[in-house]
């Protein structure tokens, strides 16, 4: 099974904005997906600028969120059951994030282009200064590599801080756990209908796919029920 890992870093905002959904920003041509997002946050702020109060306080920054994606993973991980006999028992899942180096790659790819986004004109706008008087950027988190071009800087940021995109698939894959109607091979009438199924997962929120086959097999066992 596989998981499209999240790249990405939170910036602390020194004005706050109107809180906005994710929004894709970009697209490079390997299909690496960029978005954005602003959120009141729900963290406590060190006194870290001299923007913010002397004390940790929760004032409740607005966070500017930029974070990438790949829709197509090469990493592959498990899912196996922790118990044959008892059902409670949660199964074991690894998903080994980047352990192919294609995708721990495309992250590296992916994160240099933040750096880039980052010495924009607009982007200076959003700097604040510390107590010394030098002027950068207030990471919510692990700050992006000091040295975007030292490759095992960039792969050791990615793997500290890839989070999930919640698009987890494969592990009840059509033809080796489901037969081609989805009713699960050496069982009756028992059908697997969600992401699981799927040997790579859409660009982008699979819910819409998913939603769509669920309809068409729902379909398929109303008209053979009726036949």
């Known amino acids: 099974m596989s998981d499209n890992p999240r790249f990405g870093t939170n910036i602390v905002l020194p004005f706050q904005v109107v ?8 697209i490079l041509q390997d299909n690496i997906y960029f978005q954005s997002l602003a959120s009141p946050s729900p963290f406590l702020v060190p006194p870290t600028f001299s923007l ?3 004390h940790p306080t929760s004032i ?7 974070f990438g994606k790949f829709s197509e993973v090469h990493s592959k991980g498990s899912l196996k ?9 949660s199964p074991i899942v690894q998903f080994n994030y980047y352990s192919h180096p294609d995708d721990l790659a495309r992250c590296v790819k992916g994160v240099r282009k933040l750096g880039d986004v ?19 950027f207030m990471f919510l988190g692990l700050p992006l590599p000091g040295n975007l071009w030292n490759d ?25 756990v489901v037969d081609g109607n989805y009713k699960v091979i050496g069982t009756e009438n028992l059908r697997v209908v969600d992401g699981s199924t799927f040997s790579i997962s859409p660009g982008t929120n699979p819910m819409a796919t998913v939603m769509m086959l669920g309809r068409y097999v729902g379909l398929k066992i109303v008209q053979q029920s009726s036949s």
């Open 118 to 136: 980052f010495k924009t004109p607009t982007m200076e706008k959003i700097k604040t200064q510390d107590l010394k008087g030098n002027k950068g």
């Open 19 to 26: 809180p906005t959904s994710g929004k894709v920003v970009g």
């Open 152 to 176: 095992s800087a960039v792969e050791e940021y990615c793997k500290k801080t890839v989070a999930t995109y919640w698009h987890y698939h494969g592990g009840c894959l059509v033809g080796k």
């Open 60 to 66: 409740n920054p607005t966070l500017a969120t930029f």
């Open 81 to 89: 059951l922790n118990s044959s006999i008892d059902v409670k028992k």
């Open 52 to 54: 913010l109060p002397p």
